[in-house]
């Protein structure tokens, strides 16, 4: 089926500035609660929301097969579930509908103050019900750093990392939109020069830029998605704030890996732009060091040109734009991570996310933690206001956001902002 939502030349008749990362050609979907309250499934172009719900009632979705509540629900589960024939259905009429040569919405001003919404008036919810995260741990150059820090540079990487996506089941009761503040957390930690831990808040709380994919339902218990076939089951993506104390991360992780280090909070970006928005931005993924198994073997350009940066704003002050880094270096692409997810049999369901593991480039300054960035806190970095960061402060709010363009467009994901509080205080009860 072609992707005519693609194009290029397409405009809109809705307004579209120049810099904008939702283009008549991107079509993301997300949840959203509209002026009146009602919970809905939409998409975004420009600055103007699109109530997807509100559309298919009067009619605008008609030859397509649709239940009459798809868009009507508080996630996209439903939707995602249909598939990727149905997916490119929605885009590509979404497409039409706004593409400046079609009047049949642009002139029916009733129809318009139904289904039209400006960003102020609707509150994003979170897109999918998470029944399953899965966090990877694919970029060598982030694997590396890490390694060198706590293994020292000739036993950087563990044995098995060239040879498999390494990843660890994540928490997503704790995964939440953009704009939900989170508190810093408090767990175990040991102290220098000590062999018993102390419990109190983390004082080493770090961003990980992250990008993470939402798969649809893919498979029954015991198979296995080929390699071939992975992307079918690929619905979208989202930028991924993947949160981490690293103070309680040294003192637990060892024999199985983050706990409560890294299940206090994920923040994503609202929107999810779909994998057939960002055809036009593949690239080759990195040449693989030692040969991989053939389940893992793949042929054409299965990375992406995604430009990323993270900022950090204190309280009452400008943010500074601290890392810049790109999803083409990730050494285990997503078709890789989601085959060797099921390999062994593993069901994957509509809604479950799974996250590429921290994004670090080839240069310091596309590091993708404070970690790296201040190299274990020794070299501080400097604030537009004069303060200093080894890792996040109370009060701080970590902003993250990514886009692709080329010659012809600009696709992007918005942005995912999260500020961290001091630890939480229950009410005193009167």
């Known amino acids: 089926m072609p992707l005519a939502a693609n194009n290029p030349d397409r405009i809109s008749w809705l307004h579209v500035g120049k810099n904008s990362d939702f283009p008549i ?50 996630t996209l589960n439903d939707f995602i579930a249909d598939g990727r024939k149905t997916w490119r259905l929605v885009r590509n009429r979404i497409a039409e509908i706004f593409d400046k040569n079609n009047t049949t919405l642009q002139s029916n001003k009733k129809h318009k103050e139904i289904v039209l919404f400006r960003l102020d008036e609707i509150e994003m919810q979170l897109p999918v019900q998470i029944g399953d995260f899965t966090d990877f741990y694919a970029s060598r150059e982030h694997a590396t ?13 563990m044995p098995n990392w060239l040879h498999l996506p390494v990843g660890y089941h994540g928490r997503s009761s704790s995964i939440i939109p953009s704009g939900i503040p989170i508190h810093r957390p408090q767990g175990q930690t040991i102290p220098p020069d000590s062999d018993t831990p102390v419990f109190g808040p983390s004082k080493l709380v770090d961003f990980e830029l992250e990008m993470a994919f939402i ?29 981490s104390a690293r ?18 909070a994920s923040s994503i970006s609202p929107w999810i732009v779909t994998l057939d928005a960002l055809e036009s931005f593949r690239v080759t993924s990195p040449k693989p060091l030692k040969s991989q198994l053939p389940y893992l073997q793949y042929k054409g350009k299965k990375s992406f040109d995604i430009n ?8 009452n002050a400008k943010e500074k734009v601290v890392c810049k880094s790109n999803f083409k270096y990730m050494y285990w692409n997503m078709a890789q991570q989601l085959t060797h997810h099921t390999v062994n049999g593993c069901p994957v369901n509509s809604g479950d996310m799974m996250g590429s ?10 590091y993708g933690s404070m970690l790296e ?12 206001d004069g303060t200093e960061r080894k890792f996040i402060n109370d009060y701080d709010t970590v902003i993250m956001r990514g886009h692709c363009e080329n010659d012809d467009v600009r696709i992007g994901f918005g942005e995912v902002s999260t500020q961290l509080l001091p630890v939480f205080k229950p009410k005193k009860k009167k």
């Open 215 to 243: 798969t649809t339902d893919a498979n029954d218990l015991g198979e296995s998605i080929p390699i071939e076939e992975a992307e079918e089951y690929i619905f979208g993506l989202v930028l991924l704030n993947d949160w």
């Open 357 to 366: 593991g921290t994004i670090s480039g080839p240069t310091p300054d596309s």
């Open 373 to 384: 960035l201040t190299w274990r806190g020794e070299n501080p970095i400097k604030m537009k």
């Open 145 to 157: 750093n890490v390694g060198t820090m706590f293994r020292g540079k000739e036993n950087a990487l």
């Open 247 to 264: 103070d309680i991360q040294k003192w637990e992780y060892v024999p199985l890996g983050p706990f409560l280090a890294k299940n206090f």
């Open 25 to 74: 050609q991107n079509i993301p979907f997300g949840v959203f609660l509209t002026r009146d309250d009602i919970i809905t499934i939409g998409t975004r172009i420009g600055d103007t929301a699109i109530d997807l719900g509100a559309l298919h009632q009067l009619g605008y979705f008609e030859g397509i097969p649709l239940t009459d509540d798809i868009f009507l629900q508080d």
């Open 308 to 315: 990323l940066e993270m900022a950090i704003q204190p309280k």
